[in-house]
């Protein structure tokens, strides 16, 4: 269902009952709200929770504002190896102001904060810039954008670089496959049927090459978060795993060290994916952050 939030159309879907405490799901950079499973949405709900999964702007089925200028990578890449801000068509900042719009058209006070990667940062801002509409935060294998911090593998980022230039269905979905064979949890895998069927899916649903690239110039303009996250005053969960090759660990370690109180869990086994059998070792260690 398309719901109004602020100046961009969402994409939502709901789960549970609405009058149980929400919990808000938001993606990572090109992630779709269909990359959270099924099953683990509707484990939320079965535990007495509002669940909350969207589409961030630009991708899925929510707003594509392809009014706005495409990010040249190389010239974001430069100007953050300079030190300079890149100009980008909007920042997380936006995207974390996309999540608090949501849940003033949702008639929602509060609701706890669950973001993965991208989704981590602005999950990460919301809670430092609209507190007293967060219960709580979990930033999965996410990062504070701090300079210094380690960086991808090469030969991921080799990987990624070498994405299709063409919307062939097959070779993107092959290109999908690749990332996942580079990034995904080799203690968690998927069932690779499974994924090849979820990627289809995702590519079918909506394939924006554009609208990624305005989320990920607003990834890589983002200033770095240490100072910000010491405002944060709501209980933080830190997850991230060990074998993430593309966030290193360290990244998210520097997360919760900076975020009062926060609580860091590192996952033996776990990459840089949301497969279905990561997806319930993770709600083991969140449902319980989330009943406090």
């Not at 990624?212 to 983002?222: E, I, N």
Request: glycine share 10%; proline share 7%; aromatic share 4%.
């Amino acid at each position: 269902m398309k719901i109004q939030a602020g100046n961009v159309s969402l994409e939502v879907d709901l789960r549970g009952n609405p009058s149980d405490p929400a919990v808000v799901l938001i993606a990572g950079l090109g992630f779709q709200l269909i990359d959270w499973p099924d099953s683990f949405a509707d484990r939320l709900a079965a535990a007495g929770y509002y669940v909350i999964r969207f589409d961030n702007r630009d991708i899925g089925l929510s707003e594509k504002l392809e009014g706005l200028a495409v990010p040249v990578l190389e010239t974001l890449m430069e100007d953050r190896a300079s030190g300079l801000a890149p100009e980008v068509p909007y920042g997380l900042e936006d995207m974390a102001g996309d999540v608090v719009a949501l849940l003033d058209a949702l008639s929602i006070e509060k609701a706890h904060m669950v973001g993965m990667s991208m989704g981590g940062m602005i999950a990460q801002i919301t809670a430092a810039l609209a507190g007293h509409r967060v219960s709580s935060l979990t930033s999965i294998m996410s990062s504070t954008s701090e300079a210094g911090l380690p960086g991808p593998k090469p030969e991921v980022m080799g990987i990624l670089a070498s994405a299709p230039t063409t919307d062939d269905e097959d070779e993107i979905v092959a290109f999908g496959l690749t990332v996942n064979d580079a990034i995904g949890s080799p203690g968690f895998r998927w069932d690779r049927a499974a994924l090849e069927d979820h990627i289809r899916a995702c590519v079918r649903r909506s394939y924006c090459p554009t609208g990624y690239m305005r989320q990920y110039g607003a990834v890589l303009a983002a200033p770095g978060r240490r100072a910000l996250l010491s405002k944060i005053a709501v209980p933080g969960l830190v997850i991230h795993g060990a074998d993430d090759p593309l966030v290193p660990s360290d990244c998210g370690r520097d997360t919760a060290d900076h975020i009062p109180g926060a609580r860091f869990e590192l996952v033996p086994g776990m990459g840089h994916d949301l497969s279905p059998v990561l997806c319930d070792r993770l709600a083991d260690l969140i449902l319980p952050h989330l009943k406090g």
